[in-house]
């Protein structure tokens, strides 16, 4: 049985788009029964509906900080979809400790950074400032603290001198779309595994070295 999951975006949706296409794959062990929008006006909603997934629009600003208002809606439309796993996707709202813990070990972010580096806004501004020479994205289990929590998966680039915000996060996008869909098969598959606040992952092997600048 494929698990049942929700993406909850608030724009652009990218990051769902690579989810909902590696879910179209007989063998994928998930499948995308909806997607979840705190703004009508994300475009993603567009990409989803055009995919044949049903989209459900929350408005969060009507609740302002009313957040666990929100979320009762929310896990009103999850519990109706009879959704298991939720990936964020660019889901710009916070959620209350209550929420993270009902969802605990079910929820994934993704965040474009090699975190615990650079969480919060900006991170690509952040590495730039920070001058780094590799940076990435992360796949990680929510926790009530943003952009931390156990990590299931990352991947690297090389930042190079000429990058600017704008170059470099078009560069780690690229590797979130590869990193995302692959964390929720592992998670999905059943072969992560929490030890306290570290996750494990069944069978993992580690990739060759990205050194950067590249040795000529
Ligand atoms: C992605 O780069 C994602 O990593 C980032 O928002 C973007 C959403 O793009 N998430 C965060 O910064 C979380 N703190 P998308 O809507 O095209 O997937």
Redesign the pocket.
Known sequence: MKRRVAIL??????????LIDAAKAADFPAEIVTVISNRAD?P?LEKAAASGIPTVVIASKPFGRDRAGFEAVLQARLDEHKVELIC?????RLFTAEFVQRWSGKML????SLLPSF???D?HGQALKAGVKISG?TVHFVIPE??AGPIVMQGAVGVADGDTAETL?QR??GV?HRIYPEALRLLAEGKVRLEGDICKVSDSTASGALISPAIK
Do not use: K, Q, W, Y
């Open positions: 975006i608030s724009g652009r949706g990218s990051n769902m788009v690579a994300a993603g964020l996707g660019g889901f710009m972010n993704i965040h474009p969480p919060g806004l991170p994205a943003t952009d996060a780690i996008l979130e």
